[in-house]
């Protein structure tokens, strides 16, 4: 499974666009549509620039790795849309956090339901709860729940 056109507008949409690298609520440089690493494994540094269209390559690029981890951490069969708002999760939060996550237990216990609760408990950063994840872990649990 690959991630769909859901996947890139919900990471999309959260992340937002930024030209030049900046410091995320988390404390990590990030820049375009929330890369903090280039394809060439080099961090994203203050000072960076880009285009849109580098972004976007950027974007997918991640994506992938994102929905590669989804693929190889989930032992249950998901729906597109299921999959799509776990590489989302991914992609904001990296493997490990769904990795050893309650979220990922459930899910390959075949407690679809219980899973999608858990997208909830994911709204930290920098120690802080954020209105942003909040709102982004909201948009990942309805997608997950969508037939």
Not at 20 to 29: D, S
Not at 77 to 105: C, E, H, I, K
Not at 116 to 145: D, S
Request: aromatic letters at 10%.
């Amino acid at each position: 499974m690959e991630p769909s056109l859901n996947a890139t507008t919900l990471v999309s949409q959260f992340e937002g666009y930024s030209a030049t690298a900046y410091l995320c609520p988390a404390g990590v440089m990030t820049i375009g549509y929330g890369t903090t690493v280039y394809p060439d494994g080099t961090k994203v540094k203050g000072g960076d620039t880009c285009t849109e269209d580098q972004a976007q390559a950027w974007l997918q690029h991640d994506l992938s790795w994102a929905g590669e981890a989804v693929a190889r951490l989930v032992k249950v069969d998901l729906s597109q849309n299921q999959f799509d708002a776990l590489t989302s999760f991914v992609y904001n939060l990296g493997a490990g956090a769904l990795q050893g996550s309650t979220l990922l237990r459930m899910l390959n216990g075949g407690a679809y339901d219980l899973a999608a609760a858990q997208f909830q408990f994911w709204v930290h950063g920098g120690g802080k709860i954020l209105p942003g994840l909040v709102k982004r872990r909201a948009a990942e649990a309805a997608l997950f729940q969508e037939a």
